[in-house]
C-alpha cells in the first residue's frame, strides 16, 4: 500500500537513543516532520541532519516536531546527535518495520550491490494526524529550508 497525502499516518511506537518511547498518537495537535535516512555518520545522512540541526529554531517557533529515523541503533543514534549536536530525537527502526509502512524502506543498489534499506524520505504530518506533504527522493542539503517552505504554505 501507498501512502498518499491525506491518508492518516500510520502509527508507530519507537524508542531513541536513551530509551523515550515515542508514538505519533501522542504528538496528536502538533505537526510533525518525520523523516527517514539510511545510516547515521554518512555524508548525505550527515547534511541532512545537520540542516535540520541548523534550522530547528525556525522549526521550534512554528511548534513543530522534528523527528529522524534510520535502522542504526542506540549507540549509533547517541553517536551522532552528539558529534553534530543534533536538537531532536532520532528513533531506531533496526528491522525496518516503519519504513516499511511509510514505503521508506525496500530493495536498493549501490556499487552494483543489491541489499535492504531506508530510502531517503520525508512525511509532513498535520495536527490531526494526517499526511500533508511526501518527499521522496530528497536531496539532503536543501531539504530541511524546502520543507519550512512548503509548512509556511500548508499553515496559510
Do not use: W
Not at 549536536?85 to 524502506?105: C, H, M, R
Amino acid at each position: 500500500m501507498t501512502l498518499s497525502v491525506g491518508d492518516p499516518a500510520p502509527d508507530f511506537n519507537l524508542q531513541d537513543a536513551e530509551g523515550t518511547v515515542f508514538r505519533l498518537a501522542d504528538l496528536q495537535g502538533k505537526r510533525v516532520v518525520l523523516y527517514f535516512y539510511p545510516r547515521d555518520n554518512t555524508p548525505g545522512c550527515t547534511k541532512e541532519a545537520c540542516a535540520f540541526r541548523d534550522a530547528y529554531d525556525e522549526y521550534q517557533e512554528k511548534d513543530l516536531v522534528v523527528l529522524g529515523v534510520s535502522t542504526d541503533d542506540a549507540k549509533s543514534h547517541a553517536k551522532f546527535i552528539k558529534k553534530y549536536e543534533l536538537p531532536f530525537p532520532l528513533l531506531i527502526d533496526e528491522e525496518g518495520k516503519v519504513a516499511t509502512t511509510y514505503g521508506s524502506y525496500g530493495l536498493k543498489k549501490f556499487m552494483g550491490k543489491e541489499y535492504m534499506g531506508i530510502s531517503r524520505s520525508t512525511f509532513i504530518i498535520g495536527p490531526d494526524g494526517t499526511i500533508e506533504k511526501i518527499y521522496r527522493k530528497v536531496k539532503p542539503e536543501p531539504h530541511a529550508a524546502e520543507v519550512l517552505e512548503d509548512i509556511a504554505a500548508l499553515s496559510t
